[in-house]
């Protein structure tokens, strides 16, 4: 008895311990890492834990917090707002992206990624209710000296996968300073995926820094009604052609994901 009783304590770090990490890296000829918090099992894991300590620019992931500060300032009452369009913006820092200039809500500017809308909607919260945001919710360094207005996409603001993951868990744990009607405005304004099995609510960020491409992808996975968190953060250098990088940042996640057994 006392044998099988050990058997049983040892199988999920069995499983765990079986979790091919490096394998949907080196098919996608890429580097970064994969931080999950198990809520079921309470439990961190890390492709590599060095990684998952080092902070970066978040890019649009951002949207996420910046999505529940507008929300709870008051400066749009819900994802069906519109916001006008500004007539131009910056195709240089942004690209060329004509099929998103346009009056959007909130609701399509979250789900194409649309930064100039976010960008009008910092513009109304200001730094300091930011500033007082950031610190509560403990995200990110809170370096918020960068002259332009989007501090999420370029200059010295930065956070940590592992404070990712923290951060969605705090929010989900309803540990954060915004309503309950807020954060399930914006669980709604996540959900990217549903199936009959799990439903995945998470964002995609995608900026440079010193030369170097960051690509994330944030957000967790519920499989029968229990949470799995993940932040994934690809790097590359931004000479080096890889037409996969954009794609890698969901399928490298959901390789691990499925291993876990979490979808």
């Known amino acids: 008895m006392k044998q099988l009783l050990f058997i049983m304590l040892l199988l999920p770090l069995v499983a765990v311990s079986q979790v091919d990490w490096q394998t949907p890296f080196r098919e996608c000829k890429i580097g970064g890492s994969v931080t999950v918090y198990d809520y079921g099992q309470k439990k961190w894991l890390y492709s590599d834990s060095l990684d998952s300590q080092k902070a970066t620019l978040p890019a649009s992931t951002f949207k996420i917090i910046n999505s529940l500060i507008a929300l709870e300032t008051g400066v749009i ?11 131009e913006v910056d195709t240089v820092l ?3 992206r004509p099929e998103i200039y346009h009056d959007m809500t909130v609701k399509e500017a979250f789900e194409q990624s649309a930064g100039w809308v976010y960008i009008e909607l910092a513009k109304k919260i200001g730094r300091d ?29 930065a956070i940590s996968p592992q404070n990712q993951v923290a951060f969605l868990k705090a929010l989900y744990d309803g540990k954060l300073p915004f309503s309950d009607r807020n954060r399930t405005i914006v669980k709604r304004l996540m959900i990217t995926e549903t199936t009959e099995n799990y439903v995945i609510r998470a964002k995609t960020g995608w900026t440079r820094d010193g030369g170097v491409d960051i690509g994330w992808w944030v957000g967790y996975v519920e499989k029968q009604g229990v949470p799995c968190f993940f932040a994934t953060r690809l790097s590359k250098n931004r000479k080096t052609i890889n037409p996969a990088f954009a794609a890698c940042r969901k399928s490298i996640t959901k390789d691990i994901l499925r291993q876990l057994n979490s979808m």
Request: charged letters at 25%.
């Open 129 to 157: 209710r930011y500033r007082y945001y950031l610190t509560q919710c403990r995200y990110g360094n809170v370096n918020l000296s960068e002259k332009g207005v989007d501090f999420w996409n370029f200059g010295p603001f």
């Open 94 to 96: 942004y690209g060329y």
């Open 77 to 87: 009452r819900d994802e069906n707002d519109v916001v006008k369009w500004v007539g």
